[in-house]
């Protein structure tokens, strides 16, 4: 095993010396939380693959295909095509708001009053998500090394908080791509032809195996039909995958880029099933679905070559962890802290108007770059903070699998109907969005403890109830200011600034320049009053 832990200790070592060569790249606040919002179609397809691809898919996607067959390709498959949705009809809409987080597209939309509850559910959604990612560096490096669980989680999970930390969104960016190479190698190009010919090839595997484990639906109509709901839905609203949106250049590289990154998601999914299925045809008496991926990677493929893969798995896992970690940092100190900071301003006097007032040639500027670099700085905080959590309870907790699922179920019941709602019909209000995220949420969380975190009616319940109480509420109350929605239609028409001149209610530039500032003053990202 030298040459494999040889491959993987450079590995390790690369993700920490990208995360410092992205910490000399992230100089501002949109550098750090957002790449800049330059990325072109190559970087931005590989590292939104990266980031959807993660241990789940991997481990977990080898695991279904073992137990089921090639219909077990079906959770990742969702995956992929919630994140073709995204891209192909939401995506460049998202990209031209020019926000940071989730809960900032919802104050703009309708009009500073439902982002701070909105913050709390998707902040709990994605310290979830970091916390089941970071879970799976035990059964990796178990496998590489024979570690201690709790040591397995400390390690994985202080490599990857250490370059989040560094250089923030440019770290994450230049380790996803490494990461997105080494699972394309590892996983498609390697493992998947080398467990088909071990397993005798399809004709093989066919023969040895039930009927059912090559059926399209083997693995159960209902399943398939939660996963959409979950999963494609959970794709289209998630602030890890919107945030990855914020950093492409511009409408078309989020569009194209996006789209090859769900038909990349797509051909994982197969690759998955199909070596799940190979290994139950080698190792039919596995205690554990889950232990598949690492049995056939350790006993079917030659030295150096297993290293890599077994690195391909923790490029998959890594990827996520990393992404669900600054997403959840982002929402903590953009949608919440920064909210607290502003009340709390608010509440006192303001000590800075007669400095303001009469500063010198260059005070203006020179300050300019001090919040920048406050921004980042407490960004970074943010991470290194929210990344320590995560540890904790990830050593704490036991059960993935109903912690991912709590996670999504109450992301997609709470949120997924005031978001689209938003994007899709003008006529909903604030009020209809607080009551579907309060409503929806509160089904999902209350048919969970009654019917079991893994029941499939939380979720179906739970969207019914938010949608009805998203209509419901919003046609009783006041439609949504139209100075607020002309600031809206300006952000989703790429007019930053208010410009209305396509503006079909025909408001003025100025009133709706006057709209957009009044709109995001309630929400500033910087907690400054």
């Excluded at 995956?79 to 995506?91: M, P, Q």
């Excluded at 467990?195 to 693995?219: H, R, S, T, W």
């Excluded at 139950?280 to 889950?290: E, I, N, Q, R, T």
Aim: proline letters at 3%; a neutral charge.
């Amino acid at each position: 095993m030298a040459v494999d832990y040889a491959v993987i200790v450079l590995y390790l070592a690369g993700m920490l010396a990208m995360g410092w060569w992205g910490m000399r790249r992230a100089k501002s606040k949109s550098d750090f939380l957002v790449a800049g919002r330059r990325l072109g179609p190559v970087m931005y397809s590989g590292t939104m693959a990266a980031i959807v691809l993660g241990g789940a898919s991997t481990i977990g996607g080898v695991g279904l295909g073992y137990q089921y067959g090639l219909s077990g390709a079906w959770m990742v498959f969702t995956i992929g095509l919630g994140l073709l949705a995204l891209s192909v009809f939401f995506s460049a809409r998202i990209a031209r708001l020019k926000v940071y987080t989730v809960s900032e597209m919802l104050d703009l939309r309708y009009g500073g009053s439902a982002g701070i509850i909105s913050g709390v559910v998707m902040w709990a959604y994605t310290l979830m998500l970091a916390v089941t990612s970071t879970i799976a560096y035990a059964t990796i490096f178990d496998v590489l090394f024979g570690m201690d669980r709790t040591l397995s989680i400390i390690l994985g999970g202080a490599i990857v908080v250490a370059y989040s930390t560094l250089g923030g969104m440019w770290s994450i960016t230049l380790t996803d791509m490494v990461q997105f190479v080494v699972k394309t190698i590892g996983v498609l190009l390697l493992l998947l032809p080398i467990a088909v010919i071990k397993a005798g090839g399809f004709a093989a595997m066919k023969a040895q195996l039930p009927d059912d484990y090559f059926a399209p639906l083997g693995i159960g109509g209902q399943t398939v039909f939660t996963y959409v709901l979950i999963y494609s839905f959970g794709m289209l609203i998630g602030q890890d995958i919107w945030q990855r949106v914020f950093t492409a250049r511009g409408d078309k590289v989020a569009r194209l880029g996006g789209t090859a990154a769900g038909t990349y998601c797509l051909a994982y999914a197969l690759a998955g099933a199909v070596i799940g299925t190979a290994a139950k045809v080698l190792y039919p008496h596995l205690g554990s679905p889950d232990d598949a991926f690492a049995t056939i990677v350790k006993d079917a493929l030659p030295v150096g070559v297993r290293g890599l893969v077994l690195a391909a798995a923790l490029s998959a896992v890594m990827s996520t962890s990393s992404g669900a970690l600054i997403a959840c940092a982002t929402v903590a100190n953009n949608d919440i802290w920064a909210r607290v900071k502003s009340v709390a301003a608010r509440r006192r006097p303001s000590a800075g108007d007669a400095a303001d007032a009469g500063g010198a040639p260059g005070t203006e500027q020179a300050g300019n770059v001090a919040v920048e670099h406050d921004e980042v700085r407490g960004n970074r905080i943010f991470i290194l903070l929210m990344g320590l959590a995560v540890i904790v309870i990830a050593i704490a907790l036991n059960n993935v699998v109903e912690a991912l699922t709590l996670a999504y179920n109450v992301l997609v019941g709470g949120l997924l109907v005031p978001i689209l709602g938003g994007l899709l019909w003008k006529r909903g209000t604030a009020a209809g969005a607080l009551a579907s995220v309060a409503v929806g949420g509160l089904t999902v969380v209350g048919l969970m403890v009654s019917l079991g975190v893994l029941a499939n009616e939380p979720i179906y319940y739970g969207l019914i109830a938010s949608l009805v109480a998203y209509v419901a509420v919003s046609l009783a109350t006041e439609p949504t200011d139209p100075e607020v929605l002309a600031a809206w239609r300006a952000r989703l028409a790429g007019r930053p600034d208010g410009a209305a001149d396509d503006d079909p209610e025909g408001e003025a530039a100025g009133d709706t320049a006057v709209a957009v500032a009044r709109v995001l003053a309630p929400s500033s990202v910087t907690g400054r009053a």
